[in-house]
T-cell receptor
Framework: DAGITQSPRHKVTETGTPVTLRCHQT?????MYWYRQDPGHGLRLIHY???????DKGEVSDGYSVSRSKTEDFLLTLESATSSQTSVYFC???????????FGNGTRLTVT | AQTVTQSQPEMSVQEAETVTLSCTYD???????LFWYKQPPSRQMILVIR??????QNATENRFSVNFQKAAKSFSLKISDSQLGDAAMYFC???????????FGKGTKLSVKP
């Protein structure tokens, strides 16, 4: 949707290992977001970016870091994955003005 | 803190009939957007409809319409002439005045019976 690609689509990893999820957008949107989706919680904001190298924390940022070195790429890193980080992760992007928020197709991460 | 509440975890509707999904929210902002997103089994998040709080007229998109009651902080979604393809999770969300920093409800799972 709106040129947002998430990779990988699925990932299984072990507790304690580092994991990086990638979000790539082709629409030159200024704002990008990482959400996680868990049963019974809807989607919750992890981190967001309002420009290159400009990021801020969301509601559930503990255990996550992000980086944005280029407009088109927004990376989410789990420094040391835990089982509580098993979730579906969505990237989203928004330009300005009247455009709505567009989502990628999600990454299902399983931490064993 | 901003909150969005969907009080119906599951709903069911007969094909071709009408169903209304409920949503209430809380924000201290005076200007904000409200959204309904659809998530089919494919996991894709699809924007169904959007409402600007300063617009009194209820938004409509084909078979989808909202009943926006600003004073009551209520934002329900009405689906008319329900189709099998409408079966999905529906999420209500508010941006609280900051587009993109959405606060989501927990979702309503809609089933459509043939």
């Amino acid at each position: 949707d709106a040129g947002i690609t998430q990779s990988p689509r699925h990932k299984v990893t072990e507790t304690g290992t580092p994991v990086t999820l990638r979000c790539h957008q082709t629409e030159n949107h200024r704002y990008m977001y990482w959400y996680r989706q868990d049963p019974g919680h809807g989607l919750r904001l992890i981190h967001y970016s309002y420009g290159v190298k400009d990021t801020d924390k969301g509601e559930v940022s503990d255990g996550y870091s992000v980086s944005r070195s280029k407009t088109e790429d927004f990376l989410l890193t789990l420094e040391s994955a835990t089982s509580s980080q098993t979730s579906v992760y969505f990237c989203a992007a928004w330009g300005t003005g009247n455009s709505p928020l567009h989502f990628g197709n999600g990454t299902r991460l399983t931490v064993t | 803190a901003q909150t969005v509440t969907q009080s119906q975890p599951e709903m069911s509707v007969q094909e071709a009939e009408t169903v209304t999904l409920s949503c209430t929210y809380d924000t201290s902002e005076s200007d904000y957007y409200l959204f309904w997103y659809k998530q089919p089994p494919s996991r894709q998040m699809i924007l169904v409809i959007r409402q600007e709080a300063y617009k009194q007229q209820n938004a409509t998109e084909n078979r989808f319409s909202v009943n926006f009651q600003k004073a009551a902080k209520s934002f329900s979604l009405k689906i008319s002439d329900s189709q099998l393809g409408d079966a999905a999770m529906y999420f209500c969300a508010s941006d609280g005045g900051s587009q993109g920093n959405l606060i989501f409800g927990k979702g309503t799972k809609l089933s459509v019976k043939p």
